[in-house]
């Protein structure tokens, strides 16, 4: 069990109540919110809380991936969660200048001036490809390969940069074994901020035009992949953003609909 968990709005509520109560030591605690869904489940093996932020959820998937691969583990849970109960948060990422200011997000458009907060709470359940078609089971997706990294030394601390995710992208591809002229759809990050969609658009140049060049492939800039985030839909979810993005790319290979497309 792995979940992507940040906001401490609920024990902010519990703190100005004033009042301290036994049950809030199970309550109030990130690393309960796991091992719960286990004590609930009767699940043994790994009950993790994942925080890296807007990637919590990604990053709490890879680790299910890997504890599958790696780690004997015959399934895994991994989601994420964001539930805005306080205004804190929203009144700090508006002084920082995050927040747009018409409440609505505008994924890799001009006038995009910042994200929109959402609420957001999901998981996915994975298992080995053989074992799900030996189970009978309802498959959506096959998850090929996963990979993380940091941005390391960028232009500031929560800039992205798009050296690394161009390398995380090539990395994750390679992995996957994939020629990436036949990815016909990626769901990106989008924020819908001046900063963060330039980097990530750029990422992807850097990732295809590097990958390419390995295959012997020379890249002339031509339109064939289409974008997406479902940010423009729901908002940024977070830490349960990243599983947002996963359930909407797998809802669009069940039903074989792209609801929006850019192309890269």
Do not use: W
């Not at 990243?242 to 850019?262: D, P, R, W």
């Amino acid at each position: 069990m792995f979940l992507g968990i940040n906001l401490q709005d609920y024990a902010h509520l519990i703190d100005r109540a004033g009042a301290i109560e036994a049950l809030h030591l199970t309550s109030l605690g990130h690393m309960f919110c796991p091992n719960r869904i286990s004590f609930l489940l009767n699940i043994h093996g790994p009950s993790q809380v994942i925080d890296t932020a807007c990637s919590s959820s990604l990053v709490a998937l890879h680790r299910a991936a890997l504890s599958i691969q790696h780690e004997g583990c015959e399934y895994a849970i991994a989601g994420g969660a964001n539930l805005m109960i306080t205004p804190d948060m929203h009144i700090m990422y508006s002084k920082v200048g995050m927040i747009c200011e018409d409440g609505r997000c505008k994924t890799f458009a001009n006038t995009a001036n910042g994200y929109a907060r959402g609420d957001g709470i999901g998981a996915v359940l994975l298992k080995p490809l053989a074992q799900a078609e030996a189970d009978g089971d309802t498959i959506i997706g096959v998850l090929r390969a996963s990979a993380e990294n940091h941005g390391g030394l960028s232009t500031s601390l929560t800039a992205p940069n798009p050296k690394a995710q161009a390398h995380l992208i090539v990395e994750t591809q390679r992995l996957a074994g994939i020629d990436p002229r036949t990815i016909g759809f990626i769901e990106c990050h989008g924020t819908g901020t001046p900063l963060g969609d330039p980097i990530e658009i750029n990422g992807l140049k850097m990732a295809f035009t590097e990958h390419l060049q390995h295959l012997g492939v020379a890249f002339n800039g031509q339109a064939f992949c289409g974008l997406g985030s479902v940010k423009s839909n729901i908002g940024h979810a977070e830490t349960a953003a990243g599983i947002a993005g996963v359930i909407k790319t797998l809802l669009s290979l069940q039903h074989k609909t792209l609801i929006s497309k850019l192309t890269l």
